[in-house]
T-cell receptor, first 107, second 113 residues
């Protein structure tokens, strides 16, 4: 089992819809979780972090953490074509990244 | 303030050669970590340095090495290059404490021919 797992996708959603990206992790004691966005040929850029159970909202983005289920998710509301990228889930306690989910938002 | 700076951005090397990549972290950041990214394997952790000491190391062969200088700048070296070493090498910096936000440089694209 990989330490951080993500569905590779692609996840295709229409413009304006909600995109839901999921991530599971294996180390129960992990405390720090980050979502990064990576456009093709570019380096990852930070979207947001989450440390506590529950939801954390930042603009169109909402991160959700459930430590009991070892599950982190990222919701993108009102998806735009410019959101088309690969989204990486990271457990930064151990600097482990998932392989990423490719999101495609079509007009 | 300036971000994480990596040099060179692009390079082509021949099998058997060695390569050194450089990374200057964000001012005030004392932790530098290195990653290899390939299409098949995703982003894989190489090593992390803090205050000139290697704090963590990923599962890579000894051909991959690194170091950090007193000004927090870091270098990584790959010796006896193999075709499979072709990848994007990313450096990231953070203030230092585990769990802090890490910020990536633009990466060094290495092609081994």
């Amino acid at each position: 089992q990989k330490e951080v797992e993500q569905n590779s996708g692609p996840l295709s959603v229409p413009e304006g819809a909600i995109a839901s990206l999921n991530c599971t992790y294996s180390d129960r004691v992990s405390q720090s979780f980050f979502w990064y966005r990576q456009y093709s040929g570019k380096s990852p850029e930070l979207i947001m972090s989450i440390y506590s159970n529950g939801d954390k909202e930042d603009g169109r983005f909402t991160a959700q953490l459930n430590k009991a289920s070892q599950y982190v998710s990222l919701l993108i509301r009102d998806s735009q074509p410019s959101d088309s990228a690969t989204y990486l889930c990271a457990v930064t306690d151990k600097l482990i990244f998932g392989t990423g989910t490719r999101l495609q938002v079509f007009p | 303030k300036a971000g994480v700076t990596q040099t060179p951005r692009y390079l082509i090397k021949t099998r058997g050669q060695q390569v050194t990549l450089s990374c200057s972290p964000i001012s005030g950041h004392r932790s530098v970590s290195w990653y290899q990214q390939t299409p098949g394997q995703g982003l894989q952790f190489l090593f992390e340095y803090f205050s000139e000491t290697q704090r963590n190391k990923g599962n890579f062969p000894g051909r991959f090495s690194g170091r950090q200088f007193s000004n927090s700048r870091s270098e990584m070296n790959v010796s006896t290059l193999e075709l499979g070493d072709s990848a994007l090498y990313l450096c990231a910096s953070s203030i230092g404490t585990t769990g802090n936000t890490i910020y990536f440089g633009e990466g060094s694209w290495l092609t081994v021919v």
